[in-house]
């Protein structure tokens, strides 16, 4: 147990200095930083794989599944995407701002109750059901999450370049049509996913006979979310607004995502996180 600890913590702090490395390079073009974040943010996510692996073997995917190894699989989605745009493409802001949310979702981990167990209202489902609909999920999240950095820096660049006001920084910067090319491209991934996990979860619910769960609470709030982000690629389909409004649906989106997750969870007995 102490090993696990000691584990987790060792993540969390070699997490955060290399984002610190990251940020050092982003500020004024320093390669040796640069290397020394890479290295760090791979070994990160090479101790995440280790220790949600050791986790998952541990519990032999039973139905409770502690809340760690779900932060864990987000924050480690997000580093291995992140670790992928950097070798190809090379944009660093991205990947210091994307796994700024990966490290902000450890530390609320951290500090909010480590060894919360995820309750499925009283369900009795099997381990494998339940790693496929979570890790669906989730997986939409990271995917919803690349794509609302992706517009966030679409907008950044368009308002600095609508004030003429050009940087270092800036010419390291993605184009305005590669960052709104990523953020659509991102949401094009998230949908699916996020349309497989509900589908899954209904599905399991009308087996079990329990209809009134999909009123609650959390599964509306999924359901409102999905909608937003259709709604987002119907906007990037239909090309009738601008790029800066078609960045801040996008944006939009995302915060109706994290907003009613949050929200419905004080309301909601269904997926319920015990810490919150």
């Known amino acids: ?41 791979l070994f990160v996510w090479v101790l ?71 309750e499925i209202g009283g369900w009795n489902v099997s381990g494998g059901l339940l790693l496929i609909h979570i890790s669906l999920a989730v997986g939409s999240y990271a995917a919803f999450a690349a794509g609302a950095v992706f517009s966030g820096m679409y907008l950044y660049l368009h308002r600095r370049l609508k004030e003429k006001t050009w940087s270092s920084a800036l010419m390291r910067l993605p184009s305005l049509e590669i960052a709104e090319r990523y953020a659509y491209r991102s949401v094009m991934i998230g949908v699916p996913l996020l349309i497989s996990a509900l589908s899954l979860g209904t599905v399991w619910v009308l087996l079990q006979g ?13 359901w409102l979310t999905l909608a937003m982000y259709l709604s987002y690629l119907y906007v990037m389909a239909s090309s009738r607004w601008d790029g800066p409004r078609r960045s801040y649906w996008g944006i939009a989106a995302f915060g109706v995502m994290l ?18």
């Open 1 to 41: 147990m102490l090993t696990r600890i000691f584990l987790y913590e060792a993540i969390l702090y070699l997490y955060a200095l290399s984002l610190l490395f990251y940020f050092s390079d982003f500020l004024k073009r320093n390669r040796s930083a640069k290397r020394i974040g890479a290295g760090l943010l």
């Open 48 to 118: 995440q794989s280790v220790y949600m692996l050791e986790g998952f073997t541990r519990h032999g995917f039973l139905a409770a599944i502690p809340m760690e190894e779900t932060v864990l699989l987000f924050s480690w989605l997000l580093v291995g995407v992140s670790l992928i745009i950097d070798r190809l493409f090379r944009i660093e802001l991205f990947v210091f701002l994307i796994n700024v949310l990966g490290l902000a979702a450890l530390a609320l981990d951290m500090f909010g109750g480590r060894d919360a167990a995820l």
């Open 210 to 222: 329990d209809v009134a769960q999909l009123a609650d609470a959390k599964v509306l709030a999924s």
């Open 259 to 276: 907003i009613s997750l949050v929200v419905s969870s004080l309301f909601s007995n269904f997926h319920q996180w015990v810490w919150m």
